[in-house]
């Protein structure tokens, strides 16, 4: 099993200019996540979804969007990027019942906005 | 006031020290999670638990329900400890996490 895979590791963007990361999990696990983590703030959640073709705003949904069309992979879209969304992106699934509740994260998404 | 507290913020100790983490938190919860992240790396879960105490070579984790408090333990520390401690509470589906506590042990 690869887990939970992020694509990409890394990316630089202009202000304004889009992109798509993608989390994909192999584990047919039912919820996927996905947190943003900045220094001194910790992991906060930015959507997440319950099941596929759903998904539910977290603490700090503004600015991006996502979709989950498929049960292994969730997307996160980012329209108009701005300097404040550089930080580093992670993705995490789990399954929806205990006692499977761990979860499983990717290795990260590092975004810088210039 | 965080849903969930945790002290220290930060922890420098010597090799072979006994290390304690303490997380405290304010809501219902279904299980607490410890997670371990290395310096530039990713999130690994080291414990999920809803009651009692867990063991895993070195570590310990321990959480009372009651007064709504759980422990990680290192025993025997080492430096490839050093890392970021973060506890995490369940919230139907939903985690809720620390600020995390950042351990260093120095040979």
């Known amino acids: 099993n690869a887990g939970v895979t992020q694509t990409p590791k890394f990316r630089v963007l202009k202000t304004g200019q889009s992109m798509t990361l993608l989390c994909a999990q192999d584990m047919n696990h039912e919820y996927m996540y996905w947190y943003r983590q900045d220094p001194g703030m910790g992991l906060r959640l930015i959507h997440y979804s319950v099941g596929e073709g759903t998904t539910a705003k977290g603490e700090v949904p503004d600015g991006y969007n996502v979709s989950r069309l498929k049960k292994q992979n969730f997307l996160l879209g980012l329209e108009s990027a701005a300097p404040s969304q550089t930080s580093v992106y992670f993705c995490?699934?789990?399954?929806?019942?205990?006692?499977?509740?761990?979860?499983?994260f990717g290795p990260g998404t590092r975004l810088t906005v210039t | 006031k965080n849903e969930v507290e945790q002290s220290p913020q930060n922890l420098t100790a010597q090799e072979g020290e006994f290390i304690t983490i303490n997380c405290s938190y304010s809501v219902g919860i279904s299980a607490l999670h410890w997670l371990q992240q290395h310096p530039g790396g990713g999130i690994v879960s080291l414990f999920m638990?809803?009651?009692g105490k867990k063991k895993h070579g070195r570590l310990i984790a321990t959480i009372n329900i009651q007064e709504k408090h759980s422990s990680l333990h290192i025993t025997a520390s080492h430096p490839r400890d050093s890392a970021v401690y973060i506890c995490a509470v369940r919230e139907a589906q939903k985690l809720v996490f620390g600020q995390g506590t950042r351990l260093t042990i120095n040979p």
């Open positions: 638990l809803s009651s």
């Open positions: 995490a699934s789990t399954n929806r019942d205990p006692p499977s509740y761990e979860q499983y």
